[in-house]
C-alpha cells in the first residue's frame, strides 16, 4: 500500500512537471496484488479448495501449512462464493471442511481462523450433535447447508488467507 501510495505521489509530481513542459508525463501505478494462481479473491481474502478428503484437524494443519486457516464464513455472498471454488474445483457442490467447530465447548460455535461467528446457514434441525459432532461442514444434504459433524469423517476442504499475507 506504501508503494501503490508514494507511486501516486511521484506519478502527480511528474504530471505537474510535465505540464511546464520540462518532461515527457510516463508514469507507472502498479496494480495492486490479487491471490496466487489457484487462489479465489473475495473481499480482500484468498479462498483455496483442496480435494484431498481428510479428517477435519489434518484439513486445518494442511490450510496452516499454506498460512492459511480453514475457511470461515462472515454472509451469505462468501457462503456461495466458497460453493462456487468448491464447484470450480470439484465440478460438484460435494460435503466440504470449512472452520466452524464447537469442540471447546459444546453448543458454542467458533470460526478456528478467530473470526467473529455471527453468520450461519444450518441445515434444519442442525446443529443436533448426533454422536459428538463438533466440526463443520457445507454443502450438507440436498439443500446445501451447513451440518455439524464427527471430526473424524474424511471430506475436501476450504482454506482461507488474508491477500495481504501474500503482500510479502
Given amino acids: 500500500m506504501k508503494l501503490l501510495t ?10 505537474l512537471i510535465a505540464a511546464q ?6 508514469c507507472y501505478v502498479p496494480k495492486k496484488p ?7 479473491e473475495y473481499n480482500n481474502k484468498c479462498y483455496f479448495y483442496v480435494s484431498t478428503p481428510l479428517p477435519w484437524g ?20 462468501e457462503y456461495q462464493l466458497i460453493q462456487r471454488v468448491i464447484s470450480d474445483g470439484s465440478r460438484a457442490n460435494g460435503r466440504t471442511w470449512i472452520g466452524g467447530s464447537d469442540g471447546q465447548q459444546e453448543g458454542y460455535w467458533f470460526w478456528i481462523d478467530g473470526t467473529r461467528f455471527q453468520y450461519t446457514n444450518w441445515c434444519r434441525g442442525e446443529p443436533n450433535n448426533l454422536g459428538s459432532e463438533q466440526c463443520m461442514e457445507m454443502n450438507f444434504s440436498g439443500d446445501l447447508c451447513m451440518n455439524d459433524q464427527s471430526c473424524q469423517s474424511r471430506f475436501p476442504s476450504v482454506c482461507i488467507t488474508n491477500k495481504s499475507y501474500f503482500l510479502g
Fill in 34 to 40: 490479487s491471490c496466487p494462481a489457484g487462489w479465489t
Fill in 6 to 15: 508514494a507511486s501516486a505521489l511521484l506519478c502527480a509530481m511528474m504530471a
Fill in 21 to 26: 513542459g520540462k518532461y515527457k508525463n510516463e
Fill in 58 to 77: 489434518d484439513a486445518q494443519r494442511n490450510c496452516q501449512s499454506m498460512s492459511a486457516n480453514l475457511a470461515s464464513v462472515q454472509s451469505l455472498g
